[in-house]
């Protein structure tokens, strides 16, 4: 017995199953249509009609909203009808009403049409096959229905009245066509070769979720009624699943570009037929060695001249201009334009321009300009200009302007201007301006670093941690005797940004710098924090360098949680270019009684500094 024979036997023990079930399922609730239901109202909305008929029966209802008129005005006064009969009022002759369990079940009555109207045997070496698809509910032709063979990867579509035609060559074996369409059961029907044929295909529409409504005795939605297909003779129908996400790629602004609408209503229609191919050649999406089928083949080489669009690679695709693929692409992928995949990626990517991946991606993706990931990302990600993860990131980024992650970074970012994460940060981020970071757990260095919370390290000349550390520090010391002070950071690494000025009428003296510190814990209301600190001296003249640096150990007391006092040793170095005093600025800035030459223009002294701080 062969396969075919074998799934044959199969699908025929499965009808006689569920016909059996269905059979002991009606018997157990046959008498919800002949049972006898009072029922009068006037001028009422037939949803709201069908309800109370649920209540007072004790039984539920389980309709397509899209075809029944749920506002319609109905009245009805009836005392001794059945539910059929009322049912029978209620609609027309084009519904029908069954019972399953404790479920009456309300759909169009089908429309039943013969299948094959015309057959003729002919002796060229090719055979037409033509004829309508039809919706089994209306009878109406659909248009825009897609009628393909899946071995030989020859399609079709249907024109607006439901009519299609299909060339087959001559070759002695059985072909099986194909009928879908979005929202309607997939049909499949076999054919006899070496006949010139014209057929009548009536399909189902899906009775998806989204329509199905069910009306309970409790005045609740009871859960979803499942619909059951079933095989009859040589016709197989398969009950499809609505996936939001059919047509991923094509929504992108790039795929609105350059996939056809005629290309996206067939990934529509055929989002659960997918083959696998070992090669395929295009030109364009549509020219193609698999023809309009193309998008649904994943082949294992993929060679497009100008641009392809394909169902996905395993193996290697290689494009002039671009690569569109709806599922997912493993190992190499390389366009002189972009990349668009509408799964994950593993392997290796590169494009002249962009790289989009809408899932995952493990390798490494290079671009000129941007790579956009919107799922997690592992591996090397490198661009010209932006790169983007959607959700987590493990490995490296690498931009000429920017990098953004979502979620967490674990890993490194580098970039010209700016580098967020917008969940943590248990790696290192560098960049030119701006780091951004939720929590910091590992490095940030840049001219500006932001995060929220922090258990690691800013680096920068202006470092902001939301909920770490900040104090506003109003100073004095041997060299300045005013001075202001802000530092932010945390207890590990903060910042200080520092302006100070020495007064009086013959020795001012400005200055203004930079410097880190860090804090350790004494005991008790006792802290201790070593300083580096580094400014620039104005003298009377911004073309002379005068730079003094200063080490410096401050003891602090807390008189509050608002409120401390610091106090401290220190050790000075200046380095000065001034070799003249200029009028009512102050020039010997070392003191005099303990200062040190530590060179030609370098001197050194221990000094101290005292200060009142604030928050």
């Known amino acids: ?12 023990l499965l009808c006689v199953v569920l016909t059996a079930g269905m059979a002991f399922s009606g018997a157990h609730a046959q008498g919800i249509l002949n049972k006898i239901v009072p029922l009068e109202v006037n001028r009422m909305r037939l949803d709201n009609v069908l309800e109370i008929l649920s209540n007072r029966g004790n039984f539920y209802f389980s309709y397509n909203s899209s075809i029944i008129k749920k506002d319609s005005i109905v009245s009805i006064s009836a005392s001794n009808k059945t539910v059929r009969q009322l049912l029978d009022q209620l609609f027309d002759n084009t519904y029908e009403f069954m019972e399953s369990g404790n479920y009456v079940i309300i759909r169009k009555t089908p429309v039943r049409t013969p299948l094959i109207t015309s057959q003729a045997y002919t002796e060229d070496k090719i055979y037409v096959v033509s004829g309508y698809v039809l919706d089994e509910t209306s009878g109406e032709g659909l248009r825009d229905a897609t009628v393909y063979e899946k071995h030989r990867l020859q399609s079709t579509f249907t024109n607006g009245k439901g009519y299609f035609e299909i060339h087959f060559k001559s070759k002695p074996v059985s072909t099986a066509l194909t009928f879908s369409k979005e929202f309607y059961q997939d049909t ?39 619909v059951i297909a079933i095989q009859v003779d040589s016709i197989i129908t398969t009950y499809g699943h609505l996936r939001n996400d059919s047509v991923k790629v094509e929504r992108t602004l ?22 696998e191919r070992p090669f395929q050649l295009s030109l364009l999406p549509g020219l193609s060695t698999h023809g309009w089928l193309n998008a649904q083949v994943v082949n294992k080489v993929s060679l497009n001249v100008l641009g392809g669009y394909s169902a ?16 997912s692409v493993r190992w190499l992928q390389l366009a002189g334009w972009f990349n668009i995949v ?10 002249g321009i962009h790289n989009l991946v809408l899932d995952s991606f493990k390798g490494a993706q290079m671009a000129g300009i941007s790579n956009v990931v919107r799922k997690k990302f592992t591996g090397l990600q490198s661009a010209g200009i932006y790169n983007h993860v959607g959700d987590s990131m493990k490995g490296a980024q690498l931009a000429g302007i920017a990098n953004f992650t979502r979620k967490r970074m674990s890993g490194f970012q580098a970039a010209g201007i700016a580098n967020v994460s917008g969940c943590e940060v248990s790696g290192v981020q560098v960049a030119g301006i701006v780091n951004y970071t939720r929590k910091l757990k590992g490095v940030q260095v840049g001219l500006i670093n932001i995060c929220d919370t922090s258990d690691g390290y800013s680096i920068g000349l202006i470092n902001v941690v939301v909920k770490g550390y900040h104090q506003l520090v109003f100073s004095t010391n041997e060299v300045t005797n005013t001075n202001v002070a802000f530092k932010t950071g945390n207890r590990k690494l903060y910042s200080i940004l520092q302006v100070g000025m020495q007064t009086g009428a013959k020795n001012k003296l400005y200055a203004y710098g930079y410097g880190i510190g860090k804090i350790f814990s004494l005991g008790k209301g006792w802290d201790m924090s070593p300083e580096l600190l580094s400014q620039h001296l104005y003298l009377g003249d911004w073309d002379q360098l005068n ?3 200063r080490l410096q150990l401050n003891f602090t007391y807390k008189l509050g949680k608002y ?9 000075s170095v200046y380095y000065s270019e001034q070799k003249a005093a200029i009028s009512g600025y102050k020039f010997d800035i070392a003191p005099s009684y303990h200062s040190f030459t530590m060179g030609g223009r370098v001197k050194g002294w221990f000094g101290w500094n005292a200060s009142i701080n604030l928050f």
């Open 188 to 226: 499949t029907i076999v054919i006899q070769p070496k006949y010139n044929q014209q057929m009548r295909v009536a399909i189902l529409p899906i009775e998806w979720n989204a329509r199905m409504v069910t009306v309970s005795p409790e005045d609740f939605l009871a859960r979803d009624s499942i």
């Open 563 to 571: 409120f401390s006092l610091s106090a401290g040793p220190c050790f």
């Open 312 to 327: 996905g690679v395993n193996g290697v695709e290689l494009a002039g201009w671009f690569n569109i693929d709806k599922k």
């Open 254 to 275: 790039v795929g609105r570009i350059f996939v056809s609408s005629r290309q996206t209503i067939q990934s529509l229609n055929l989002k659960k037929f997918f083959t």
């Open 547 to 549: 730079v003094l640096s």
């Open 342 to 351: 509408g799964g994950s990626v593993e392997g290796l990517q590169g494009a």
């Open 1 to 12: 017995m062969n396969t075919f024979t074998l799934s044959c036997a199969r699908r025929i």
